[in-house]
């Protein structure tokens, strides 16, 4: 399978724990996405990364949650001492910019989170 | 800032009847159109897209939808509908810049069709 993968695709964790979750793009996309789906609401942007570099954060990102993707392909996104808030589906998605045409992101299947 | 409306959070219909989702949208520079699909518990796929040219738009699984610039709107048709098409259905607007912008979603229209 090419596309776009998450691990995990579900996590139940308790009030105050930490948590991580793992986006595999597709390979050799630059552009990897992050967004958030809360129930019975489209998902919101998160933050997004060209290569290794993050370039923008929506203010949805709070100081307790952080991103990563330390060689340009994997990326990471771990959430401090989680609220019940921050229940939702973690939708990931990877595209290949190259400035000469459209760029369309691919979606993978997400991590839900569910904070007891 | 852009923004997206569904103005349906459901749509319930018969099989092999036609549907129409609607979708407006508001920003200040050109956009990028999209609607996706989402199964449950399934990421998003996207049925069509909008970048220029035609305003009428064919996608996947026999859907179509049509850009109205002076309407601010990019609705989702289907003639005849079948089971299987049953999901939820997000609009969604890029601005410009060959898509480099992140995707903001409408809040999305839950399409249920019956036998």
């Known amino acids: 399978d090419t596309g776009v993968s998450q691990d995990p695709r579900h996590k139940i964790t308790k009030r105050g724990q930490n948590v991580t979750f793992r986006c595999d793009p597709i390979s050799e996309h630059n552009r990897l996405y992050w967004y958030r789906q809360t129930l019975g609401q489209g998902p919101e942007f998160l933050t997004y990364f060209q290569n290794e570099a993050q370039l923008e954060k929506s203010r949805l990102l709070s100081d307790r949650f952080s991103a990563e993707r330390p060689k340009g392909s994997f990326s990471t996104l771990e959430i401090q001492r989680t609220e019940q808030g921050d229940s939702a589906m973690y939708l990931c998605?990877?595209?290949?910019?190259?400035?000469?045409?459209?760029?369309?992101?691919?979606f993978g299947p997400g991590t839900r989170l569910t904070v007891l | 800032a852009q923004s997206v409306t569904q103005l349906d959070s459901q749509v319930p219909v018969f099989e092999e009847a036609p549907v129409e989702l609607r979708c407006n949208y508001s920003?200040?520079?050109?956009?990028?159109l999209f609607w996706y699909v989402q199964y449950p518990n399934q990421g998003l796929q996207l049925l069509l897209k909008y970048l220029s040219g035609s305003t009428l738009v064919k996608g996947i699984n026999g859907f179509e939808a049509e850009f109205n610039k002076s309407q601010t709107s990019f609705h989702l048709r289907k003639p005849s509908v079948h089971i299987s098409d049953t999901a939820e259905y997000f609009c969604?607007?890029?601005?410009?810049?060959?898509?480099?912008?992140?995707?903001?979603f409408g809040s999305g229209t839950r399409l249920q069709v019956q036998p």
């Open positions: 920003s200040s520079v050109s956009v990028y």
């Open positions: 998605a990877s595209s290949l910019l190259t400035g000469v045409s459209y760029n369309e992101q691919f």
């Open positions: 969604a607007v890029s601005e410009g810049d060959m898509g480099r912008r992140a995707l903001t």
